[in-house]
């Protein structure tokens, strides 16, 4: 079940590019715009060394944060399942809707992707529609 972000506005955005072996990950601090990427395995070391970087850079991966990600099926369950037990915001997002957003580009790689999401979220986090674990239990189902 999807559901809209609780009103506190989240302190850090992160944008995930993934693929099956890997996550390119792009943080923005909402206070100072500051964004920081970094390039990790797509399996629980992997997420578990993500959680170790966004604290070494002040996020905390709970509620203060929304992430943002292209909805890959079978690519990203392991890791929504991850950041929903830790609290995080998950936001699946049409990887249409996404390039809609930025327009016609020039150029193209995991981290630059990974950057038009954290951005295409800090932009509009409004129309966020946010995973419950209920409906990542759903969307198992439904693959």
């Given at each position: 079940?999807?559901?809209?972000?609780?009103?506190?506005?989240p302190?850090?955005?992160?944008?995930?590019?993934?693929?099956?072996?890997?996550?390119?990950?792009?943080?923005?601090?909402?206070?100072?715009?500051?964004?920081?990427?970094?390039?990790?395995?797509?399996?629980?070391?992997?997420?578990?060394?993500?959680?170790?970087?966004l604290?070494?850079?002040?996020?905390?991966?709970?509620?203060?944060?929304?992430?943002?990600?292209?909805?890959?099926?079978?690519?990203?369950?392991?890791?929504?399942?991850?950041?929903?037990?830790?609290?995080?915001?998950?936001?699946?997002?049409?990887?249409?809707?996404?390039?809609?957003?930025?327009?016609?580009?020039?150029?193209?790689?995991?981290?630059?992707?990974?950057?038009?999401?954290?951005?295409?979220?800090?932009?509009?986090?409004?129309?966020?529609?946010?995973?419950s674990?209920?409906?990542?239990?759903?969307?198992?189902?439904?693959?």
């Amino acid at each position: 079940m999807e559901k809209p972000i609780n009103p506190q506005a989240p302190s850090f955005m992160l944008g995930i590019d993934v693929s099956n072996d890997s996550l390119d990950v792009c943080l923005i601090r909402v206070s100072d715009g500051r964004q920081l990427c970094h390039k990790l395995n797509n399996n629980p070391s992997g997420f578990r060394r993500m959680k170790a970087w966004l604290k070494q850079h002040g996020c905390e991966a709970g509620a203060d944060t929304l992430c943002c990600m292209e909805h890959t099926g079978m690519y990203t369950r392991q890791l929504v399942h991850y950041l929903l037990a830790r609290g995080v915001h998950v936001w699946l997002e049409s990887a249409l809707q996404i390039k809609r957003s930025v327009g016609m580009v020039r150029g193209k790689d995991d981290k630059v992707d990974a950057q038009r999401i954290a951005r295409y979220a800090l932009l509009h986090q409004q129309e966020a529609q946010c995973l419950s674990l209920s409906g990542v239990t759903l969307e198992r189902l439904k693959d």
